[in-house]
């Protein structure tokens, strides 16, 4: 049995370590902070931390951060959350499970993206929209098929209505703030001395009109969804809105879009509207 102490020794947490075959959870620590570290190494590998901030009375967990890898199709993450404040009574106990509704959610994501249009050369390229609020939107891009065999990415982040982007690099963890409006910041695990800090990654400039490799978005004016049998609903994007694409099927492409509040929206529109072949 671990336990967690207050500043001021009055206040604990208990936390028992243990290994279920391909899960285990235990306590660490994560970015200079207390975690409980929930691992698991089946079909998806990752790790999750869940990281204790303490003061002279209560305990809370406000972020939540993963390390992912998929086993469906080799997409990989380095993802946080932050704003979930949530309280944890002194004198109460942690499962290790606290993280578990974030990482589902990043296993949800990616492991619906059917890389098989991409390793058959449909598309060059892979672009995988993480983020997007009124400002801005952000994306994770593979730029070959070996990149994503050998997890190498680049992160992209772009101001709307402006050709102003920020390049980081795989080792960057992209970390929402989740409230009161959703916002986003880029961080990096610097290792020092056996203990781990993060800290602001740098950025490189880039200008993707010259360097190519956009993300993916509508080009036609109005490009409606359809149904499973292809019938046209009500709901419609414009040009401009940035997608992800999920498959390639016979009833059109597959997508995944996400709002200016950071919401997702999946469904089928007609591939003709998209930059996908451009």
């Not at 902070?33 to 929930?38: P, Q």
């Not at 019938?231 to 492409?253: A, H, Q, R």
Request: proline share 1%.
């Amino acid at each position: 049995m671990q336990q967690i102490k207050s500043d001021d020794g009055r206040s604990f947490l208990n936390f028992e370590e243990r290994d279920e075959g391909n899960t285990a959870y235990y306590f660490d620590y994560f970015g200079g902070n207390s975690a409980v570290v929930h691992d698991s190494d089946s079909l998806d590998s990752y790790s999750v931390f869940s990281v204790i901030e303490r003061d002279n009375i209560n305990f809370r967990i406000n972020c939540v951060y993963a390390e992912f890898k998929s086993g469906n199709n080799g997409i990989v993450s380095k993802e946080g959350l932050c704003g979930l404040d949530k309280e944890i009574d002194n004198k109460s106990s942690i499962s290790g499970g606290e993280g578990d509704d974030f990482i589902n959610g990043i296993i949800n994501h990616n492991n619906k993206i059917q890389t098989s249009y991409f390793m058959n050369d449909t598309v060059k390229y892979l672009p995988i929209i993480l983020f997007q609020n009124k400002k801005r939107y952000v994306y994770k891009l593979y730029e070959s098929k070996r990149d994503l065999e050998n997890g190498n990415y680049k992160i992209i982040s772009c101001e709307n209505n402006s050709g102003a982007c920020e390049l980081y690099g795989s080792d960057t963890w992209v970390v929402i703030q989740n409230a009161p409006n959703p916002s986003i910041d880029f961080d990096v695990l610097k290792i020092s001395n056996g203990k781990s800090t993060f800290e602001k990654a740098n950025a490189k400039k880039v200008d993707l009109v010259a360097d190519g490799h956009s993300s993916f978005e509508v080009k036609s004016s109005k490009a409606y969804f359809v149904s499973s049998t292809g019938k046209k609903m009500k709901s419609y994007l414009v040009k401009g809105d940035k997608i992800t694409l999920l498959n390639i099927g016979k009833n059109g492409c597959l997508i995944e879009y996400t709002n200016t509040k950071n919401k997702i929206i999946d469904g089928y529109i007609s591939c003709q509207d998209l930059n996908l072949f451009n």
